[in-house]
């Protein structure tokens, strides 16, 4: 168990709808990351939130953003989703702050879009 | 630029052979290196890392690696392969910035034969 936490575990909506995934951080990590895992694409990263504010951005989606609150938790917010955005999305966290840069990985949350 | 290369994306051993997985990295400045599994349907899991200090570092599960840096290598060994060790693993290089985001290598598939 890696400490991070990850709601839903899994998800199938339609295409055209709007998710919301959560991630709970390790306990006292301050940086959190997203990202995306598909077969094509490999493991893609998404973004990065420290302490609340938006310090990196991979290959992210205009239809996707993400935010980091007060309590340290993340959500990832997915629009007008397509048949495509159908993959594994992880959070990831980590203490940078710390001196400690690798990441810690929750389950993941599995989305299929139809 | 960082970069990860992962040579081969599937590796095919036998069971009790040795397992030598390829990571080559391309960093301007000391890079941080890990090395990650992910078994089926779970998250990334920390295998082992080298930030500084000894070049030969010792993870989980009886993997180790070794920071070869006239090479610009990090590869992954374990001197006998069960069938347990079958899984993915991902390569990846910290930066030295601020954000010491994560690069990753593409992965290398894993398959342990009886």
């Known amino acids: 168990d890696s400490g991070v936490t990850q709601t839903p575990k899994h998800l199938i909506t339609a295409t055209g709808q709007r998710v919301t995934l959560r991630c709970s951080p390790r306990?006292?990590?301050?940086?959190v990351y997203w990202y995306q895992q598909s077969l094509d694409q490999g493991l893609q990263f998404l973004i990065q939130?420290?302490?609340?504010?938006?310090?990196a951005k991979g290959n992210i989606l205009e239809r996707f953003s993400a935010q980091q609150f007060p309590d340290l938790h993340s959500e990832l917010n997915l629009s007008s989703l397509e048949l495509g955005d159908s993959a594994l999305y992880f959070c990831a966290s980590s203490s940078p702050d710390r001196g400690l840069y690798e990441q810690y990985f929750g389950p993941g949350t599995r989305l299929t879009v139809t | 630029a960082q970069s990860v290369t992962q040579l081969g994306s599937h590796v095919s051993v036998s069971e009790g052979a040795l397992v030598l997985l390829r990571c080559n990295y391309s960093s301007s400045v000391p890079p941080y290196l890990f090395w990650y599994v992910q078994y089926p349907n779970q998250g990334l899991q920390l295998l082992l890392k080298?930030?500084?200090?000894a070049t030969l570092v010792k993870g989980i599960n009886g993997f180790e690696a070794e920071f070869k840096k006239s090479e610009t290598s990090f590869h992954l060994t374990k001197p006998s392969a069960h069938m347990s060790d079958a899984a993915e693993y991902f390569c990846?290089?910290?930066?030295?910035?601020?954000?010491?985001?994560?690069?990753w290598g593409l992965g290398t598939s894993l398959a342990v034969n009886p």
């Open positions: 306990s006292g990590d301050l940086s």
């Open positions: 990846a290089v910290s930066n030295a910035g601020n954000n010491r985001k994560l690069i």
């Open positions: 080298y930030t500084t200090g």
């Open positions: 939130y420290y302490n609340g504010e938006e310090r």
